[in-house]
């Protein structure tokens, strides 16, 4: 095999416009067919193919779409800087970031505003270990509800910093089913990140996507499951314009 092939296989990446994309391939062995995603913050195009399938075939699969992979660079939300006077996404709104050099380095959420002190340099990660002790909370509320409303008993809860999945329930384990939530969900409207723990509660009774586990679903989440889908499909992406 040629030097330069030979590298590609090594780290393949796809070139648009000048920038050469990283190609993260997972082969599954379910998958009939190859298919391809841009990452959320646009930083990788990620092609699931089945277990057979070639790295070759997926650097060939990618460099025929490059107009398709360009226009979803394109819907890539640019990055919110977190630094003094910011719009901080929180429960699908904005909380204004008021940073003093001299005030508590511990976050405090007052008025639509989060007033936070302590070295600028790091305030970008107060301000995440704030979202995700919220998001804790929130889904932690969220879990109980709908955990009663199908009349289950509360399983274990972490939160999840997936680049991949909003939510995941795992089976049983010594320690009981667990779910996990991402933690960004914070930032969205509170009824997209309730239908996403609504879904995950579902799995515990019906681990596949069935009617019956439709049917559940509906009957624990009273809000309107297509449009928190839309919401996710469509604005998803913002929710990584924020942190890394």
């Not at 779409?65 to 979803?72: G, H």
């Not at 511990?106 to 979202?131: E, F, I, N, S």
Request: aromatic residues 6%; positive net charge.
């Amino acid at each position: 095999m040629i030097d330069w092939l030979r590298k590609d296989m090594q780290n393949p990446s796809v070139e648009i416009d000048g920038t050469h994309l990283p190609i993260a391939i997972r082969r599954h062995a379910r998958a009939k067919r190859l298919t391809m995603r841009l990452a959320p913050d646009g930083s990788e195009v990620r092609i699931t193919l089945p277990r057979w399938g070639r790295t070759l075939d997926a650097i060939t699969f990618a460099n025929a779409r490059k107009p398709w992979i360009a226009r979803q660079i394109c819907k890539v939300p640019a990055k919110l800087e977190i630094a003094p006077g910011a719009d901080v996404p929180y429960r699908g709104g904005t909380l204004l970031l008021n940073w003093q050099a001299g005030g508590s380095r511990k976050v405090l959420h007052k008025d639509g505003t989060l007033h936070v002190g302590g070295p600028q340099d790091r305030l970008a990660g107060r301000v995440q270990r704030w979202l995700e002790a919220e998001a804790l909370r929130l889904t932690g509320e969220d879990l109980a509800h709908y955990c009663s409303r199908a009349d289950l008993p509360v399983s274990q809860l972490r939160l999840s910093r997936a680049k991949r999945r909003w939510g995941s329930c795992s089976g049983e384990s010594r320690n009981g089913r667990c779910i996990r939530i991402n933690w960004r969900l914070v930032m969205a409207p509170d009824h997209v990140r309730q239908s996403v723990v609504a879904h995950e509660v579902a799995h515990l009774v019906h681990f596949d996507h069935s009617p019956a586990f439709h049917g559940l679903l509906g009957e624990i989440f009273d809000g309107d499951i297509s449009e928190a889908d839309a919401w996710l499909k469509t604005e998803g992406r913002s929710l990584y314009a924020v942190f890394s």
